[in-house]
């Protein structure tokens, strides 16, 4: 079964400081990709960053970037230099089979 | 290039009644899926197509749930009768250009059912 787990229902950081949302799944197979999607308040479900499974490097977009560990299951999201406009849902993605598998979601608040 | 669009944005009607929800996916691709969220039960899979073809519809909750993906280019998500625990927001999200291409999602339908 493919599951993916988030930890922190919701997490506040000072704008311009940095923020670590956690997120692990659970996966049998060797071959998969990760996603983070941002929801702000308007709803809409915005990709963030993608991962391959494969490539040990990890990505990064802008301010944003991952902390993959394969061995451990675990795909963290680092945002650095906060900004009024990250403050939304994060939800963590797992995608096997052609089917995506997302966590529950962390609420990030940013406090000015 | 357009989104995937979705309509209508807002949708309230009386229990029992019929609800459609529709959806065009992003040109090109050929993947379509149908999500439920809630704040109950977050983000859930309904069904998804692949080449206009339903492969997984175990996420529908039941008989009164139905989707088409007639053409390439359209799809429809059919409550009936509705009740008013199917109030929810759907989302509809496309994917194509090979294995592991991220989804890119509508804005989603806020279904309320008085």
């Known amino acids: 079964a493919q599951t993916v787990t988030q930890s922190q229902p919701e997490m506040s950081v000072q704008e311009a400081e940095t923020v670590t949302l956690s997120c692990t799944y659970d996966t049998s197979e060797s071959d998969y990709y990760l996603f983070w999607y941002k929801q702000p308040p308007s709803r809409q479900m915005i990709l963030v960053i993608r991962q391959e499974a494969y490539k040990q490097q990890n990505a990064t977009e802008n301010r944003f970037s991952v902390n993959f560990q394969k061995a451990a299951k675990s795909f963290s999201l680092k945002i650095s230099d906060s900004q009024l406009g990250d403050a939304a849902m994060y939800f963590c993605a797992l995608y096997n089979f052609n089917k995506f598998y997302f966590g529950s979601g962390t609420k990030l608040n940013v406090k000015p | 290039d357009a989104g995937v669009i979705q309509s209508p944005r807002h949708e309230v009607t009386e229990m029992g009644q019929e609800v459609t929800l529709r959806c065009k996916p992003i040109?090109?691709?050929?993947?379509l899926f149908w999500y439920r969220q809630t704040m109950m039960r977050g983000l859930e899979l309904l069904i998804y197509f692949n080449n206009n073809v339903p492969i997984d519809d175990s996420g529908m909750p039941e008989d009164r749930f139905s989707a088409k993906m007639p053409n390439a280019s359209f799809s429809t998500l059919k409550i009936q009768p509705s009740e008013p625990r199917d109030s929810a927001v759907y989302f509809c999200?496309?994917?194509?250009?090979?294995?592991?291409?991220?989804?890119?999602f509508g804005d989603g339908t806020r279904l309320s059912i008085l």
């Open positions: 040109s090109g691709h050929n993947s």
């Open positions: 999200a496309s994917s194509g250009g090979g294995v592991g291409q991220p989804q890119h």
